[in-house]
């Protein structure tokens, strides 16, 4: 029987997607629950998984084509079946084609920071190489198996193709180098590229951000000696992948802090402000072409080592691809964290149609003045953005005071 699989509606705002490969080909046997092909949405590049298993007996669009949800995408029969195109009960909807980027690996496809995503190439062995990778051993005929990997986890990646073989051909000739006069300087060629999904969507949430909020910012230096202190005793003899980051802290502690100013766990529309009953922090991960908001629900319910878990979770399915619609919807407060890269402070604009956002900087060892007395201490400098129709400066300052009660204090975040 022939079955249709049609354009998934990745959240509750989503009103068409980009597909942007397809991982199962034509002719090609498929297992409901395995990838399908990858979609982008304005928020992420999320891989689909088939909801039938058969054979994969027609592509109906081609790959970098925009269309709306719900559009008839790809045909897969049980095996064996003839399949008569003309029995497709499904019409095909008129699609728009975007114009191919001339790299495919603009698309979102990594975490905090950004690599080649891993996949599984359609070969009998199991080969780590980026999507792009594949691509061009595809297309030029190498044999991924004799390549070696310099990406994450030995991962192949464009770079690694660069002096690879055709499959069948000898290495070629490397030719005598010859000393030679400096070559004249050339002025070097703008380059233009096509504006992604992501970062379109992200231009026009911040400029209605930056235009329709009237916005203020409020900042407070932390003393972080106890929760250094406190996060390395708690690490100590842990693997990695258990460890808690500083970040989880402030996920936690702004967590606890807006039960005590609802107003910055609010959003507004029209004459109406709505305090949100649940507070799901979301959390700002740079990604190769703009920011994803990973969202941790109900933080204030959950003790720190289920917040670092979950993010460790989360932010490997946007490594691997594989993120989920919960993963990036409902958050009501967001933190923006740049410590990692020895940010001392910044502000953040104001994720809509959100009241507040955090912004995070580096805990860095500073000089300090202790009872009259010069030494040396950890602080880590935060900045409130607030939305002034909804909160002002006197209640954002109680809040960021309120904040250090946890970050200062961190045992009782235990």
Known sequence: MANTVEMPKLGFDM?????????????????????????ETDKATVEVESTFSGIVAKHLVEENTVLPVGTPIAVITDEGEIFNPEELTHK????????PVESSESKVQASFPIEEITEKPQTSGFIKASPLAKRIAHEKGIDLTVVTGTGPEGRIVKRDLAGANVAGEQPAPQPEVKAEAPAPIVSGKDEVIEISRLRAAIGKRMLESHQAIPN?????????DALITI??????????????????????????ALKQFPNLNSSI????????????????????????TIVVKNADQKPLSQISQEMKEMTARVKDGKLRNEDIEGSTFTISNLGMFEVEDF?????PPEAAILAVGSAMQVPVVENGVLAVGWRVKATLSADHRITDGAEAAHFMQHLALYLEQPWRLL
């Open 92 to 99: 095909k909807t008129e699609t728009k084609q975007d114009v």
């Open 216 to 224: 203020f910012t409020v900042t407070h230096s932390y003393n972080a």
């Open 269 to 292: 529309s029209g004459s109406q402000i709505t305090r949100r009953g649940d507070i799901n922090i979301g959390v700002a991960v740079a990604v190769e072409n703009g920011l994803l």
């Open 347 to 351: 502000t953040a604009i104001i994720n």
């Open 15 to 39: 009103a068409e997607g980009k597909l942007v490969r397809w991982v199962k080909a034509e002719n090609e046997k498929v297992e409901k629950g395995e990838v399908l092909a990858e979609i």
């Open 231 to 256: 996060r390395k005793e708690m690490n100590e003899g842990m693997a990695d992948e258990a460890k808690i980051s500083v970040n989880d802290f402030f996920i936690r502690a702004a967590a606890l």
